[in-house]
């Protein structure tokens, strides 16, 4: 497998992970409930949200996942976030290295960290942000997309219903889900996105029974597998996106490269 020293992106591995990570961030509060924390999460267009306490020290962490594994066991969505929160948190302190916090997030392979000082929540670091980070791209022109993507991912069908495709996300983890038809990709569903239509439409049934091919982004954006880590990178950068799929010239899927495939190559 291809290995990518820090120093060769532009990010100085002793620098602070306070530096990189995202500030301010958006959380939620023991004792609210969850159907008022999935408004938020919905907003914030995360994954997950901290959990804080009043004087915001963390005490836990909610995934779109534990929300959608409520829903789909027909479960209270009034009830306390503590009720599905997960207690285990992996964090990070704000003095801790870039280098030291990223082996962290290879180990533990969670894809968002808390950043915490005086024990208070400061920010939030996403493998995402490495790929914003990245800031020299001359080293990359010399791998070649198809060499360091995830192959023959796994897809959905446009006939699927909601329900369906959020079962297959809680059930297999999955960010997100190429759609695919007669072997052509035909749309993309991300979790964020998935659960922001689910909390605008107030997870009624109607909704969970509509077809996927009916929200999914039509269209997405593509790469072929010829392309270099290079090009990929910056379209992901400009784009502000965290995946990327990668298809032949006809339109059929190949693979994925998202941002857990960047910060595995990452040494």
Do not use: W
């Not at 964090?91 to 801790?96: G, L």
């Not at 010399?142 to 495709?165: G, N, Q």
């Not at 059930?171 to 689910?198: A, C, D, M, Q, W």
């Not at 965290?242 to 960047?262: A, P, Q, W």
């Amino acid at each position: 497998m291809a290995e990518l020293q820090l120093e060769k992106i532009g990010i100085n591995r002793e620098d602070k992970i306070i530096t990189i990570c995202s500030g301010n961030p958006i959380v939620a509060f023991s004792g609210e409930k969850i159907i008022e924390v999935s408004k938020k999460l919905a907003l914030s267009d995360h994954r997950s949200l901290p959990v804080v306490d009043k004087k915001m020290q963390l005490v836990g962490i909610v995934s779109i996942t534990d929300i959608l594994n409520l829903l789909l066991s027909g479960g209270d969505m009034n009830s306390p976030i503590e009720s599905i929160m997960s207690r285990e948190v992996v964090s990070c302190e704000s003095s801790e290295t870039i280098e030291f916090v990223l082996q962290k997030m290879k180990i533990s392979k969670r894809g968002r960290l808390p950043v915490v000082s005086n024990k208070k929540v400061v920010g939030v670091i996403s493998e995402t942000d490495f790929i914003l980070a990245t800031k020299e791209f001359s080293l990359l022109e010399r791998f070649v997309i198809e060499d360091v993507m995830t192959k023959k991912p796994f897809f959905v069908l446009p006939t699927f219903s909601v329900r369906e495709v959020a079962r297959t996300m809680v059930n297999g983890k999955y960010r997100r889900l190429p759609v695919v038809e007669n072997g052509n990709l035909v749309g993309y569903i991300t979790s964020t996105f998935l659960f922001k239509h689910l909390v605008n439409n107030s997870f009624s049934e109607n909704f969970l029974n509509q077809k996927i091919s009916e929200i999914m982004t039509r269209n997405p954006i593509v790469v072929l597998k010829s392309e270099s880590l290079a090009s990929v990178l910056k379209k992901m950068k400009e784009k502000k996106i965290s995946s990327m799929l990668i298809v032949d010239e006809k339109n059929r899927l190949e693979g994925i490269f998202t941002e857990r495939d960047y910060v595995n190559l990452l040494v």
